[in-house]
């Protein structure tokens, strides 16, 4: 117990410390003699749930620069018109559930240095700091088991150099990076503890004059990849012990410890996470992030692979069907919109007759070069110059328009002749521009449903080759086809049956 009249005599007391006693009653007026008062330090205090810190000065001593108090649980402070001091002032409250009673006492805002050790401070239902609104230092530490404040309301003391965090939880929060923002003069920031998962570069975006941050992490600690880019100033970063992850996503912080100036203390001693096991942090990443790096360049390996299998797969097989359809559409909607009107209105009038007049050619030849002397030499001449009637002929050697593209020229070609004519032979089959050829004829047999393509056999092509060309090989089985004889007499009655089909004119049903 401490009486009024104790240290009644201790006028020039400077320094009183009975900090180390249990006190469980101070009478008012206590240190009302002490004017020259500096440092004062008491506690702990029992069973005093009421402090009136006024009544025990009388008025603060105006040179008093330091003030602890030991109180107890649920004790209450009631400030009052205390005064405040000349400088700088540093106060210490140590204990559990502390309250302030005033809403809003003059005195804190005097508080430049703050240290909280404990569990809960209020006043009313607040968290308290944010009320010493002129603080440069703030220590806080509590009980993560047991506190569950929202710390936020720091990022509201602007004029913070230093701040600790000590065994605080901050995993109880949504968005514990919200206490950080604001605290552009923040120098050193300490947190011990914490209960952060993650640091990110969004809660240190406002730390422009950080110049030394101290990590301690009982838990795996995640750093997103680029959180210092928001630190300016910063010269070192001490880690005290920090459980990191063993995966390569930390990775980026190592290749950051060795290009920044700033320093990386403790970095060879810090372990990381793999499995429930704790590994040196530097040896695992070495080894675990070349094995992914590996990993890496043999899934590029494989894919670069299947893409070129895949692109020659597709020049094989999907090519020639790819330029068809182009072919299909482009001549859909030319015949949609140009010819194809023109000769729907003449079959409209009945003019089939004249449409098929009005074409360009009587047959277009597909053939292979390998077969070209066979045409040129015997299909041209009995056609265009012999017998009746005179057939107009289009052979890809001698009327393609030169400088328009071959596909062009195969299409217009087999579009302005009644009758497409191939010449079969097993180099007809090889042939790629004779495969599109017979297809683009095909589609028109199949859009226009007319006998428009005639099939001649140069040589004998069993069932079983012609079973790998199912196009064709569906041809030959519904449809007439004309071999080419071998003998001397059979082919006049050969030209004459290939003349007939390419002369008669269809007409289109009513």
Known sequence: MLAANDFQSLRSLEVLRIDENVIENIEDGTFRNQKELRELAFGRLEYIYTLHLNMLFYGLPKDIQYLSIDAYVGTTLLLGNIGRPKGSFRFDLNGFELKIGENYPPFLESVRELKLTGHTFFIKNDFFVPYFSHLESLEFSGDPERVFINYTGISNLHYLKRLKLVNLNF??????????????????????????????????????????????????????????????????????????????????????????????????????????????????????????????????????????LLSALSYRFAYWPCVVFIFRLRGYIERQFGKGWRRRRQRRRGDGL??????????????????????????????????????????????????????????????????????????????????????????????????????????????????????????????????????EGERIHFWERLRRNIAEVEMDAP
């Open 354 to 487: 004249e449409a098929e007049e009005d074409m360009k050619y009587d047959a277009f030849v597909s053939f292979s070069s390998r077969d070209e002397a066979w045409v040129l030499g015997e299909l041209a001449p009995r056609l265009e110059e012999q017998g009746q009637p005179r057939l107009r002929l289009c052979l890809h050697s001698r009327d393609f328009e030169v400088g328009k593209g071959i596909v062009d020229n195969i299409a217009e070609s087999i579009y302005s002749s009644r009758r497409t004519v191939c010449v079969l032979s097993r180099q007809y089959l090889r042939s790629d521009w004779c495969s599109l050829e017979m297809r683009v004829a095909t589609h028109r047999l199949l859009e226009e449903q007319k006998h428009r393509l005639i099939l001649i056999f140069l040589e004998h092509i069993s069932p079983f080759e012609l079973n790998t060309f199912h196009r064709l090989a569906k041809l030959v089985k519904s449809r007439t086809y004309l071999d080419w004889p071998q003998e």
């Open 171 to 308: 995993s109880n929060h949504t968005n514990p990076g919200m206490t950080f923002w604001n605290l552009k003069q923040l120098q050193i920031l300490v947190l011990y503890n914490c209960h952060l998962n993650f640091l990110t570069k969004m809660m240190f975006r406002d730390l422009h004059s950080l110049e030394l941050l101290h990590l301690y992490s009982v838990k795996p600690l995640i750093l997103q990849d680029g959180m210092f880019d928001t630190l300016p100033v910063l010269r070192a970063v001490v880690l005290d012990r920090v459980d990191f992850r063993c995966d390569c996503e930390t990775a980026w912080f190592l290749e950051w410890a060795q290009s920044t100036r700033a320093q990386v203390i403790n970095l060879q001693q810090q372990q990381c996470v793999w499995h429930y096991q704790k590994l040196n942090l530097l040896s695992t990443m070495e080894k675990l992030c070349q094995t992914d790096v590996q990993y890496l360049c043999y899934l590029g390996t494989v894919n670069i692979i299947s893409l070129l």
